[in-house]
């Protein structure tokens, strides 16, 4: 199938630890983001990747810190996590950083206790 | 940049037609889009419009889009049950490739 698919789907972990959220898109796409939905389902923007090169990086703290080995894969990994971090993490990719719409994945649910 | 305005909900009868609303700011928005997520899942897009039109029809979706007012609009018709989610607007203004969000509409579809 072609998608966007992320691992894990859930994530529980406590306060402290340091955790990785993996995505990988097989759709030839070449810019890849990561957004952040609250529990009131606000989406904002956190990173954006073109062709593996950091494009956007909102004020996020940096104990996030993506990478992106190459145009299919943009992973995020959470340093120190704290109980403000819990939320659904979103990957998505699109062709082009101008017209083309986004395709997302369907979540990873980050619970930090 | 780009703020996008929406209702949080909306409550309908199965069988009626469903009408959500969206307003933006940025008048140099040129792509705004429609998804939708049900619950435990991610974004699905279900439609987009060009600033250069003004309507576009797929199936039971139609979209309006009023340059003047910045006002976009997404009928579903016939609602069914499965239309239950949150539909969210999205804008793309020319000077930033990030789209911006609305906060969704949550669509409640009852017998």
């Known amino acids: 199938d072609t998608a966007v698919s992320q691992t894990p789907k859930y994530l529980v972990t406590q306060m402290g630890n340091d955790k990785s959220i993996k995505c990988e898109q097989n759709?030839?796409?070449?810019?890849m983001y990561w957004y952040k939905q609250d529990s009131k389902k606000f989406l904002k923007i956190m990173f954006s990747?073109?062709?593996?090169?950091?494009?956007i990086n909102e004020t996020v703290p940096n104990r996030f810190s993506p990478k992106s080995p190459d145009k299919a894969h943009l992973n995020l990994h959470i340093n120190s996590l704290e109980l403000g971090d819990s939320a659904v993490y979103f990957c998505?990719?699109?062709?082009?950083?101008?017209?083309?719409?986004?395709?997302f994945g369907n979540g990873t649910r980050l619970t930090v206790t | 940049g780009e703020d996008v305005e929406q209702s949080l909900f909306l409550s309908v009868r199965e069988g009626d037609s469903s009408v959500i609303n969206c307003t933006y700011t940025?008048?140099?928005?040129?792509?705004l889009y429609w998804y939708k997520q049900e619950p435990g899942a991610g974004l699905q897009l279900l439609t987009y419009?060009?600033?250069?039109?003004d309507m576009k029809q797929d199936q039971r979706l139609t979209v309006l889009l009023n340059k003047k007012d910045k006002h976009l609009s997404l009928r579903i018709a016939d609602t069914q049950t499965g239309d239950s989610a949150i539909y969210f607007c999205?804008?793309?203004?020319?000077?930033?490739?990030?789209?911006?969000f609305g906060r969704g509409t949550s669509l409640i579809v009852h017998p």
């Open positions: 998505a990719s699109s062709q082009g950083t101008s017209n083309s719409p986004l395709h």
């Open positions: 759709l030839g796409h070449d810019t």
């Open positions: 990747y073109n062709n593996k090169e950091l494009i």
């Open positions: 940025d008048s140099s928005s040129t792509y």
């Open positions: 419009i060009f600033s250069n039109m």
């Open positions: 999205a804008g793309r203004s020319g000077g930033s490739y990030i789209p911006t």
